[in-house]
């Protein structure tokens, strides 16, 4: 039983920053995509930044791409995302996602998803 345990939420200003944590236990990972997605109040959940286990390749939404980073530790089996600059749009629900088959090419998509966390929140005050 794979599970995904997200940590790091909390309220920070407007220019602030925050690291998301996500630690997998159950499996370990050395193949697949992990990523982060977001889902505001009212708005559909949202593609953030994902990680390619194996190659280190990344990929991020264009509304993130300067200020966040997403990265993983291998050792730890987590997944992380640095959050700089923040701002009041970027408050949600964020989710970490895995799965071991999908390839970098649907990592953007949350159906290619098989494992996700139970999420932390965000909030991001003016």
């Known amino acids: 039983q794979v599970q995904l345990v997200e940590s790091g939420g909390g309220l920070v200003q407007a220019g602030g920053s925050l690291r998301l944590s996500c630690a997998a236990s159950g499996r370990t990972f050395s193949s697949g995509v992990m990523g982060w997605f977001r889902q505001a109040p009212g708005k559909e959940r949202e593609f953030v930044a994902a990680i390619n286990w194996g190659y280190i390749s990344t990929r991020y939404a264009d509304s993130v791409k300067g200020r966040f980073t997403i990265s993983r530790d291998v050792a730890k089996n987590t997944v992380y995302l640095q959050m700089n600059s923040l701002k009041p749009e970027d408050t949600a629900v964020y989710y970490c996602?895995?799965?071991?088959?999908?390839?970098?090419?649907?990592?953007?998509?949350?159906?290619?998803?098989?494992?996700w966390g139970q999420g932390t929140q965000v909030t991001v005050s003016t």
């Open positions: 996602a895995a799965d071991p088959d999908t390839g970098y090419g649907a990592s953007y998509r949350a159906g290619a998803y098989e494992y």
